[in-house]
């Protein structure tokens, strides 16, 4: 079945920036777009960022835009996000979307951006 682990969160002041990875096996991971979500404290699910199977084609969120990078290994199954100038507004937790349903699909790795 398919199995995401996310990774690479932690504490980070504000400007600064964070890479965060997401491993993923169990199913053709080169086939599949995917896409980063994350859930701020009391706050439901936010779709940030997508990227399509051949790593070609990103979109974003207005929230992130020009802050945040999406790409993607298909050699190594990962996709990453490299997020820049992080604002307080961007702590959360971030997952990788399952691809089958679109719900977060792993553990979920903690941001957190604060002084």
């Known amino acids: 079945q398919v199995q995401l682990v996310e990774s690479g969160g932690g504490l980070v002041q504000p400007g600064g920036s964070l890479r965060l990875s997401c491993a993923a096996s169990?199913?053709?991971?080169?086939?599949?777009?995917m896409s980063w979500v994350r859930q701020a404290p009391g706050k439901g699910v936010e779709w940030v960022s997508d990227i399509n199977s051949g790593g070609s084609r990103t979109y974003y969120a207005d929230s992130v835009k020009g802050r945040f990078t999406i790409s993607r290994d298909n050699a190594k199954n990962t996709v990453f996000l490299q997020m820049d100038n992080l604002e307080p507004e961007d702590t959360a937790v971030y997952y990788c979307a399952n691809p089958h349903t679109g719900k977060p699909g792993g553990q979920g790795t903690q941001v957190t951006v604060s002084s």
């Open positions: 169990g199913f053709t991971f080169s086939s599949f777009p």
